[in-house]
T-cell receptor, first 115, second 115 residues
Framework: EADIYQTPRYLVIGTGKKITLECSQT?????MYWYQQDPGMELHLIHY???????EKGDLSSESTVSRIRTEHFPLTLESARPSHTSQYLC??????????????FGPGTRLTVL | AQTVTQSQPEMSVQEAETVTLSCTYD???????LFWYKQPPSRQMILVIR??????QNATENRFSVNFQKAAKSFSLKISDSQLGDAAMYFC????????????FGTGTRLTIIP
């Protein structure tokens, strides 16, 4: 079944650790996105990619980095986690341009806590 | 730049009754899309309903309908015959027309269903 997956779902880690949040989609989408969402708050776009080897920063500044080596895979990396990075991270993907209703489909999210 | 405003942080409704969630937006774009997303507690965010700005007819999806007032830049969501499964955070989102697929989200409305 076509879907979008994120691992881990929950992560508690100490300050200074390097972490990678995984996002994969089997929907055949070329566009992928990372959002940051504090509890009960709106989503803020931090990274997006319109295809392989294409990555752009979003509207909210983030110390994280992303890569897009494969169409279906869009991992997010924090080189040195800090308590200010504590948040929920949502991955999304959307269908090719030119089609109507190219809505974004969301993964289940990774809830990150940095101690 | 676009802004999306949801002025109701929390709403509650009796089961089987009707509730309306409000959303206003500000943009200089003439071509755009509007969305309502639902985020149940600890579950995946899903699209509830979408509206193309060039369509005058209000979108409807089963018990969910919108009141789109383009001149007033208003996009409210009406949920009829509310069910316990409707309890969630509801986010209004804006996206410019083709070529720019970044979503701008409102701050969300937490909807509680009273049995």
């Amino acid at each position: 079944e076509a879907d979008i997956y994120q691992t881990p779902r929950y992560l508690v880690i100490g300050t200074g650790k390097k972490i990678t949040l995984e996002c994969s989609q089997t929907m055949g989408h070329d566009k992928m996105y990372w959002y940051q969402q504090d509890p009960g708050m709106e989503l803020h776009l931090i990274h997006y990619s319109y295809g392989v080897n294409s990555t752009e920063k979003g509207d909210l500044s983030s110390e994280s980095t992303v890569s897009r080596i494969r169409t279906e895979h869009f991992p997010l990396t924090l080189e040195s986690a800090r308590p200010s990075h504590t948040s929920q991270y949502l991955c999304a993907s959307s269908s090719p341009s030119g089609r109507p209703y190219n809505e974004q489909f969301f993964g289940p999210g990774t809830r990150l806590t940095v101690l | 730049a676009q802004t999306v405003t949801q002025s109701q942080p929390e709403m509650s409704v009796q089961e089987a009754e009707t509730v309306t969630l409000s959303c206003t937006y500000d943009t200089s774009e003439s071509d755009y899309y509007l969305f309502w997303y639902k985020q149940p507690p600890s579950r995946q965010m899903i699209l509830v309903i979408r509206q193309e700005a060039y369509k005058q007819q209000n979108a409807t999806e089963n018990r969910f309908s919108v009141n789109f007032q383009k001149a007033a830049k208003s996009f409210s969501l009406k949920i009829s015959d509310s069910q316990l499964g409707d309890a969630a955070m509801y986010f209004c989102a804006f996206r410019p027309g083709f070529g720019n697929e970044k979503l701008t989200f409102g701050t969300g409305t937490r909807l509680t269903i009273i049995p």
